[in-house]
């Protein structure tokens, strides 16, 4: 079956990017869109073989949706191109089942090389090894990271609860869970950690 592949990202540049690479390696329908919302709307609507994925999006986290992308779509190759650090992401994207995770600053061959195995189906090699020492916030877990990035944008308990369907006592333990974690000693401190450590949001 020839690739139907949608890329999701919000950066103009990368989307044309990754465009011109995949149609050089043969594939010739590729599609892209900016936001979560847009990309609810195209897989639910078109039958993509392949998803180049960023995180952070305009609207939203797309780790909220990559649990439902996988029910809904489990023959849907996923490739996750994210600045996000991939001694954090990897493994999330890993106990996700996604195939592939590609860090937007590798190099230009890698890129290539990486696109090529993804686009075959084959899984990405890492050549970073995953080391929990390196980064503080390599031990968050899935939902821990997803309301990392509503702390880390100021937004608060009574507002992530709603934006997550849970409850107000469960985001206020996960928020402890998460300083506690990182060894955060204030908002300030997380803010702090989060930059050094390449955490983007």
Do not use: C, W
């Amino acid at each position: 079956m020839e690739p139907y592949i949608l890329i999701a990202d919000d950066h103009s540049i990368v989307k044309m990017g990754l465009t011109a690479i995949l149609n050089k390696m043969g594939a010739k329908q590729v599609d892209s869109v900016s936001s979560i919302e847009e990309l609810k709307d195209a897989i639910a609507n078109k039958a993509y073989t392949h998803l180049v994925l960023d995180i952070i999006m305009p609207d939203g986290n797309s780790l909220e949706l990559i649990e439902e992308i996988n029910t809904t779509h489990p023959k849907l190759s996923i490739l996750v191109h994210s600045m996000q650090p991939v001694e954090v992401y990897g493994k999330i994207a890993s106990k996700f089942n996604i195939h592939s995770y590609l860090h937007k600053g590798a190099s230009e061959s890698e890129i290539h090389y990486q696109l090529e195995l993804f686009v075959k189906n084959q899984p990405l090699q890492l050549k970073k090894k995953l080391d929990d020492t390196i980064n503080p916030f390599s031990t968050l877990a899935v939902r821990e990271l997803e309301i990392l990035h509503y702390l880390l944008n100021g937004h608060r308990t009574k507002e992530i609860a709603a934006s997550l369907g849970l409850k107000m006592n469960t985001v206020s333990t996960i928020k402890s869970n998460i300083f506690e974690k990182v060894k955060a000693e204030s908002f300030t401190h997380l803010l702090q950690l989060a930059h050094v450590h390449q955490i983007s949001y």
